[in-house]
Nanobody, 117 residues
Framework: QVQLVESGGGLVQPGGSLRLSCAAS????????MGWYRQAPGKERELVAF???????NYADSVKGRFTISRDNAKNTVYLHMNSLQPEDTAVYYC???????????WGQGTQVTVSS
């Protein structure tokens, strides 16, 4: 059983920063891809960023230069450092992982990020 626990969301003013965390747990868990998606009201869920086990990263164009993904493999934890937040970044942010040797995706419960003055 794989569990993902997210934290760090909240309300922030435009131009502010937040850091999201997602800790994964499970028996014999060996994680390949760790990433973040988001879903704004009335929109489809979209990729924000991911990092492979080898350290390769990929970002949505809308967050390049503002968001940074990082991971602590010893803790099975992935982070999303978000700077220069804008109202259009408002969404529920979901953690996602793909273990080695598996094509299955595991999702966190989601954490709300609201950017508003």
């Amino acid at each position: 059983q794989v569990q993902l626990v997210e934290s760090g969301g909240g309300l922030v003013q435009p131009g502010g920063s937040l850091r999201l965390s997602c800790a994964a747990s499970g028996t014999y868990l060996n994680i390949n891809v760790m990433g973040w998606y988001r879903q704004a009201p009335g929109k489809e869920r979209e990729l924000v960023a991911f990092m492979t086990g080898g350290g390769v990263t990929n970002y949505a164009d809308s967050v390049k230069g503002r968001f940074t993904i990082s991971r602590d493999n010893a803790k099975n934890t992935v982070y999303l450092h978000m700077n220069s937040l804008q109202p259009e970044d408002t969404a529920v942010y979901y953690c996602n992982i793909i273990p080695y040797g598996s094509s299955r995706n595991y999702w966190g419960q989601g954490t709300q990020v609201t950017v508003s003055s």
